[in-house]
């Protein structure tokens, strides 16, 4: 059997908005009292890390915890309630929203400004989308087609997306709440972020011509669970790893051609050692390979 063939995706990991939300935190790690309001990041490794330098986790709907130290919202963002809830307390507030989040906040607002019903397509209970819908307790959140009927019949619907939903399947949905809804004026601002669709697109190419794909992300990464249901939905193998520890030797059996990506939160050294640990699978089976056939060679 030759070697594996392994694809990095032209576009994966972390992304700008994670990497700085990461870079203000460490730059904390000297303070004494540092809580992040939330996880940073959807990832262990991470987590660990912040762990590790004292860092504390708090929570964005009680404005007690880390009163007097420095407080961080997630690049996830927060509702301008939330937030300025955090201000009036003694904390000092370190704002990591991604400016992408941002812009999703300012799209779902110049939609009600403008007098339409807010909807949100994605995750419901997400941290992004809890603060999207934060200002607006009207707010419809979208996860699935059985969640449509609750968007109203007549009027205007302004819709905008969780940064990290598939556009594909956002523009689905959209589409299903204007066919059903041919009173309403529905306006739709695609606030799916590049990396998220820089990301999908690379998986997609990879998909075409990969035995298998494995995806680097925290289990608890929508993101990451995003790649893998994109890449099963083109009938290509995933799997989902958090460390190069957590790859089992068979799933490569029968493989040639095996793809990596990983999600918006997973560290670029994440994503080497793991690539590495696919190379050393591959010299280990090549391996096999020879000796068994070796002894194929005794026995004849
Ligand atoms: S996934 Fe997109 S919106 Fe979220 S932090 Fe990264 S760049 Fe920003």
Known sequence: MSKLNVHLASHYGMCFGVRDALAATRSTYNESDVTVLGQLVHNPVVSQELTENGVKKGDLNNPTTGIGGTVIITAHGAS????SRWSSTQSKVLDTTCPLVHKAHKSLVSLVDSGFFPVVIGKKGHAEVNGLVGDFPQAIVIEGDEDIFEVPYEGKIGIV????????????????IRSTRNACEVKFIDTVCAPTKNRQKAVK?????????????GSNSNNTAQLVSKVEGLGCRAVQVERPEDLIFDWFIGAKDVGVT??????????????????????EMALKDRECLGKERILC
């Not at 997306?161 to 299903?176: A, D, G």
């Not at 990983?262 to 590495?276: D, H, I, P, R």
């Open 161 to 176: 997306s969780q940064t990290t939903q598939p556009i594909e399947r956002v523009n689905e949905l959209v589409e299903k």
């Open 80 to 83: 301008e309630s939330d937030r």
């Open 262 to 283: 990983a999600g918006t939160s997973t560290l670029e050294e994440t994503v080497t050692s793991v690539s590495e640990r696919i190379k050393a699978i591959s010299d």
């Open 205 to 217: 190419d990879l998909s075409k011509f990969c035995d298998l794909i494995v995806v680097v992300g």
